[in-house]
């Protein structure tokens, strides 16, 4: 079982940026699928970005893309999200999440969490 930690979040101002890390410990990150979601108050928890095990292919929501990258790095088991132009409506507790493929992300780590002010 893989052991997801992220970190990152934080405070930010409209048309800012973060970069979101999320650390696996216990087994290799290469055998994972990873993904980022993220879940605002009193609303379901949605899907951000997904990356695929050697990160050859990523699929984003709607609402992010163009804005948000995810990425990983195997060799140092971290996956990564970069947000960009942020939004207050991208304020939210933003999970990593890992699986045997980028439809069935099943591991999950605390979330950290990403206010952005207007």
């Known amino acids: 079982q893989v052991q997801l930690v992220e970190s990152g979040g934080g405070l930010v101002q409209a048309g800012g940026s973060l970069t979101l890390s999320c650390a696996a410990s216990?087994?290799?990150?290469?055998?994972?699928?990873m993904g980022w979601f993220r879940q605002a108050p009193g609303k379901d928890r949605d899907i951000v970005a997904r990356i695929t095990r050697g990160g050859g292919t990523t699929y984003y929501a709607d609402s992010v893309s163009g804005r948000f990258t995810i990425s990983r790095d195997n060799a140092k088991n971290m996956v990564y999200l970069q947000m960009n132009s942020l939004k207050p409506e991208d304020t939210a507790i933003y999970y990593c999440?890992?699986?045997?493929?980028?439809?069935?992300?099943?591991?999950w780590g605390q979330g950290t969490q990403v206010t952005v002010s207007s």
């Open positions: 999440a890992a699986g045997a493929t980028t439809a069935s992300l099943t591991s």
């Open positions: 216990g087994r290799s990150l290469s055998t994972y699928a």
